[in-house]
T-cell receptor, first 115, second 113 residues
Framework: KQEVTQIPAALSVPEGENLVLNCSFTDSAIYNLQWFRQDPGKGLTSLLLIQSSQREQTSGRLNASLDKSSGRSTLYIAASQPGDSATYLCAVRAWGAGNNRKLIWGLGTSLAVNP | DVKVTQSSRYLVKRTGEKVFLECVQD?????MFWYRQDPGLGLRLIYFSYDVKMKEKGDIPEGYSVSREKKERFSLILESASTNQTSMYLC????????????FGQGTRLTVV
């Protein structure tokens, strides 16, 4: 059964730091992996989607990598800003007919970037 | 821009009421999902639909039902609201194949009193 873990659960950094958020999954047979951002009391915003055949995706200051063999993905945030403060969630879509309809979720990393 | 719209941001309902949460997407996505989110428990899938009139139970379907009569609209129904259904409800949609990036609505904070 696929399980997704995000460590750490919470992170506090000073403004300007480069930081890495981690996501690990137990079954390497994935269709894709997606990173989301959630602000308090709001819905989720899609940040990056990595297909199983890809190694990384970039959007602005964000870079997400995928290593299926080790069951890991990292979200790299460069030059962090207070506006990056939010909860970051990763979700894995499993491989296989029917299975790839559902996302398996981590519990998220709550990030605080201090001015 | 993909848009997923939930009918209400905040709702307060009484115990025993029948509650309808509506979700509409404008990208012709095959898949639509209803989740609830609670502190410490993360996102839990209630129901999802992969086509019009098609639905599958998620991890916590008890006390809920769904309706998908049109491709763009997916409704979540609380048959008889209870206080333990107080939660944040999130709707999402995605394509069925290829680029299956999921997009979410803004969420509905439901309080049952």
């Amino acid at each position: 059964k696929q399980e997704v873990t995000q460590i750490p659960a919470a992170l506090s950094v000073p403004e300007g730091e480069n930081l890495v958020l981690n996501c690990s999954f137990t079954d390497s047979a994935i269709y894709n992996l997606q990173w989301f951002r959630q602000d308090p009391g709001k819905g989720l915003t899609s940040l990056l989607l990595i297909q199983s055949s890809q190694r990384e995706q970039t959007s602005g200051r964000l870079n997400a990598s995928l290593d299926k063999s080790s069951g890991r993905s990292t979200l790299y945030i460069a030059a962090s800003q207070p506006g990056d403060s939010a909860t970051y969630l990763c979700a894995v879509r499993a491989w296989g007919a029917g299975n790839n309809r559902k996302l398996i979720w981590g519990l998220g990393t709550s990030l605080a970037v201090n001015p | 821009d993909v848009k997923v719209t939930q009918s209400s941001r905040y709702l307060v309902k009484r115990t025993g009421e029948k509650v309808f949460l509506e979700c509409v997407q404008d990208m012709d996505h095959e898949n639509m999902f209803w989740y609830r989110q609670d502190p410490g428990l993360g996102l839990r899938l209630i129901y999802f639909s992969y086509d019009v009139k098609m639905k599958e139970k998620g991890d916590i379907p008890e006390g809920y039902s769904v309706s998908r009569e049109k491709k763009e609209r997916f409704s979540l129904i609380l048959e008889s609201a209870s206080t333990n259904q107080t939660s944040m409800y999130l709707c999402a949609s995605s394509r069925g194949t290829g680029n299956t990036e999921a997009f979410f609505g803004q969420g509905t904070r439901l309080t049952v009193v």
